[in-house]
């Protein structure tokens, strides 16, 4: 199967580092912007080469078990990542400094943050007693200099116009409902709403919010809905 890189929307490439990349441990990385005087295709084949990035799911097992790291590189307009798991490889002497682990230093992609942190998921422990799971997980919100931006903003006139033109500022956030941008945005309508109730206006409902995940092909411009 041909090895795909260019993701087609600023959504296909949150997905694809969300989805398919960050669960299954591509945790080390680099990020860089393709210079407008370099065609990105050129960029995009000098790094894979160098790395030896484009590999099938079989060769990627048997590099892991002997011990080897794998890379995935993905690319969005002149934006690029090249992630890498555990392991040996050129990648971590050649990169060196610049290589950041997800779990310490977060992605930050077109107003959005990606980690990875161990959940608060609970599990049955010794005497029935519920305890953390431990597990990692892939944590996708609003980075926050984005909502520094935003609240002030919505806030300021959210008791100076109407319920209709905010329903459609909400509505129409460019951001994916991931779990917790949707707690994020679920408690800035909390604000706005107490703000409006004290005025004496009418609140806004929930459904003012987009709460289903779009899910799209990250490589092609198809878009499809799912409940996510």
Sequence with gaps: MEYRWEATSITGFVQI???????????FYVSGNVPESKPPHV??????????????????????QAGIANLHYVRFDRDWLLLATHGRHEFFLEEGD???DVRKHPIHFAGYSLTVRKGDYLQAGEAGLA?????WRVRVQVAREQLRMIKPYLLDLCTKRSATWLAYQMWNLPF??????????????RMINTKRQSAGMERLSTHTLRLRRRIVKPFEDELTTSAA
Excluded: F, T
């Excluded at 160098?50 to 048997?62: F, I, P, T």
């Design 17 to 27: 580092l969300a989805c398919n990349y960050l669960p299954h441990g591509y945790w």
């Design 176 to 189: 994916e409902p991931y779990a917790p941008v949707r707690k994020q945005l679920l408690s800035l309508l």
């Design 131 to 135: 305890q953390p799971d431990g597990r």
């Design 98 to 100: 610049r290589v950041r």
């Design 43 to 64: 960029a995009d084949r000098k790094l894979m080469e160098k790395y030896g990035v484009a590999l099938s799911r079989g060769q990627r097992a048997r590099r892991k």
